[in-house]
Structure formats: structure tokens, C-alpha cells
């Protein structure tokens, strides 16, 4: 298996414009989690998903971000519109099971700048 | 609400050092606790995990403990590389789904 896979790994936007994040899950794993990353604040949930459906987003910082999963190979993270404050690492996990017995894979993650 | 520690939050060290990171969680009831590495603009790499019920996981020249009841969590790293070189994250995995991380540890290995 590839693991978790995440486009694009660098996106830079001007202030105002919609930024979609994507990410592949492993096969077979029922939960899928957004995860934001600064130096700040360290890792921090914004959202997952079991089996597609969305179950806590209470780590969403705004509603300017959304966040959707069609299918069980794939998920998208919306912000609309932009902000420089949003600029993060951005991360997505998937995991087997609640993440119990095998943890969580975390991809490799997404870099976006808004300038 | 549950929060993870993680002291130091920066290590160097010569090569051939035996070396442990330190974490620490508020909450004892957690199902498991996962260490990570990141590399410098990578993604997070899992280590090793460790279930509630377990002391210990060994995987190599890394060797993670746990005692739930302190809220305490410790890796240790034998015979340190240059290529250990890398942030170290321990995550705490609570009831919500959610892994609650560390601000991690910075480990530079000297050679």
C-alpha cells in the first residue's frame, strides 16, 4: 500500500481564494482525520470521518473551512476564502478500527501558504 | 481536558549516546499512546505504539514505556545516530477519537 496520500504537498494562494486539500486514505480503513499543524499550536483535529460520514468537527476553526468525504478512497478539505492565518501544515490520517490496535498513518501532508 | 507534555523540548547529543524523551498526560484514561518522528517538512512517521494495558514496546534500537497511572510515557533511544536527528511526537489516544499530541522534542545527534 502507498499510505496515506496527500496533494497538493506545497500550495501557495493570495488572501481571499479557495484552497482545496486532498487526500487518499489506505484501503480498508474506515476513519479518515484533517489535522492542522503550526508552530504555535502544535497538531491539532479539525475533523474526521467513520465510513465516510462526518462524526466531530468541533476542531474546525471557522466555517470559512468545510470538509467532505464522497467515498471511502477520498476526502477533501475546503477553506473559502483564504485568510494568512490559515497558513499551516496540514495533515491527513487514516486508521483501522478506531485506531486501536494499529494507531493512526498519517500522510505527508500539505503546505500552504496564503500570502 | 486532556494535555501532553514533552520535556525537553529540544536535545543534542554526541553519536553513540544512550538518550530518553520524556512525556507526560493529564488524563489517565487514554486507549494508547503512539510515538512519532518528523523529519523536517515531512509527515509524521509512527514508531511505536502502546496499548493502555501495555508497560513497554520494543522495536529495534527504541524502546517506549508507559505508566498510566503516573501519566507518564518515556522513549528510549540506544546507541543515538546522526540520523535519529528529527522531531520526536508522543499522541495520547482519548476516548473522543482523538490523538491529543505533544509539541514534541527536537533531537539533534551530533556526529
Redesign the interface.
Known amino acids: 500500500d502507498a499510505g496515506v496520500i496527500q496533494s497538493p504537498r506545497h500550495e501557495v494562494t493570495e488572501m481571499g481564494q479557495e484552497v482545496t486539500l486532498r487526500c487518499k486514505p489506505i484501503s480498508g480503513h474506515d ?1 479518515l ?1 484533517w489535522y492542522r499543524q503550526t508552530m504555535m499550536r ?2 491539532e ?1 479539525l475533523i ?1 470521518f ?1 465510513n465516510n460520514v462526518p ?2 468537527d468541533s476542531g474546525m476553526p471557522e466555517d470559512r473551512f468545510s470538509a467532505k468525504m464522497p467515498n471511502a478512497s477520498f476526502s477533501t478539505l475546503k477553506i473559502q476564502p483564504s485568510e494568512p492565518r490559515d497558513s499551516a501544515v496540514y ?1 491527513c ?1 487514516s486508521s483501522f478500527g ?12 500539505t ?1 500552504l501558504t496564503v500570502v | 481536558k486532556q494535555e501532553v507534555t514533552q520535556i525537553p523540548a529540544a536535545l543534542s547529543v554526541p553519536e553513540g549516546e544512550n538518550l530518553v524523551l520524556n512525556c507526560s498526560f493529564t488524563d489517565s484514561a487514554i486507549y494508547n499512546l503512539q510515538w512519532f518522528r518528523q523529519d523536517p517538512g515531512k509527515g509524521l512517521t509512527s514508531l511505536l505504539l502502546i496499548q493502555s494495558s501495555q508497560r513497554e514496546q520494543t522495536s529495534g534500537r527504541l524502546n517506549a514505556s508507559l505508566d498510566k497511572s503516573s501519566g507518564r510515557s518515556t522513549l528510549y533511544i540506544a546507541a543515538s545516530q546522526p540520523g535519529d536527528s528529527a522531531t520526536y511526537l508522543c499522541a495520547v489516544k482519548v476516548g473522543s477519537e482523538k490523538l491529543v499530541f505533544g509539541k514534541g522534542t527536537k533531537l539533534t545527534v551530533n556526529p
Do not use: E, K, Q
Not at chain 1, 98 to 109: A, D, E, V
Open positions: 476513519y482525520f502544535g497538531l483535529l474526521y467513520n462524526i466531530d495533515f490520517a478506531r485506531g486501536l490496535s494499529y494507531g493512526y498513518t498519517f500522510g505527508s501532508g503546505r
